[in-house]
């Protein structure tokens, strides 16, 4: 009887410790899996950059389509067309947001926003850049 009792008692602490292990793994598993299923190549595309200055932004400033402030390392210019405002999107294991538009912004084009034009002209233009949409 004795026994029995710790034999029963060994068991629901497997179980129990199964149970934790198996509900990790599956919690693990599922968030990885949910990040791998959460990007959506988008193609590659032509990346540009601009700034604040009038050169870049006619008089627009650091003001933004979407009525945000431009932030270096977040905003981006697109096509509406492409990729809609608020969108975030992957580049070079980067996320950015997409929240402005550019007259000279068509098609597969991103204008990346950075602080100053001197940055601006070091970025130049990069081709066939791989860019991924971020599903929310
Ligand atoms: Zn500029």
Same mark, same amino acid.
């Given at each position: 009887?004795?026994? *029995? =009792? ?7 602490? *497997? ?28 193609? #590659? ?12 932004? /006619? ?20 096509? $509406?067309? =492409?990729?809609?405002? /608020?969108? @975030?999107? =992957?580049?070079? /294991? =980067? ?6 538009? /550019?007259?000279?912004? @068509? ?10 034009? #001197? ?6 233009? $990069? ?10």
């Amino acid at each position: 009887m004795k026994l *029995l =009792k710790l034999k029963k008692v060994k068991l629901l602490v *497997l179980t129990m410790m199964f149970m934790l292990i198996a509900g990790f793994t599956f919690t693990g598993s599922t968030s990885t899996q949910a990040k791998a299923k959460k990007v959506t190549y988008l193609g #590659k595309y032509k990346l540009t950059a601009y700034c604040g200055c009038r050169s870049c932004s /006619g008089g627009w400033g650091n003001r933004t389509a979407s009525g945000k402030k431009a932030k270096a390392g977040r905003t981006i210019a697109v096509d $509406k067309r =492409k990729i809609k405002l /608020g969108t @975030k999107v =992957k580049i070079k /294991g =980067k996320t950015y947001v997409a929240e402005d538009v /550019g007259g000279g912004v @068509k098609g597969k084009h991103i204008d990346i926003y950075f602080t100053s034009h #001197k940055k601006v002209k070091k970025f130049g233009r $990069k081709n066939n850049i791989k860019v991924y949409k971020i599903k929310k």
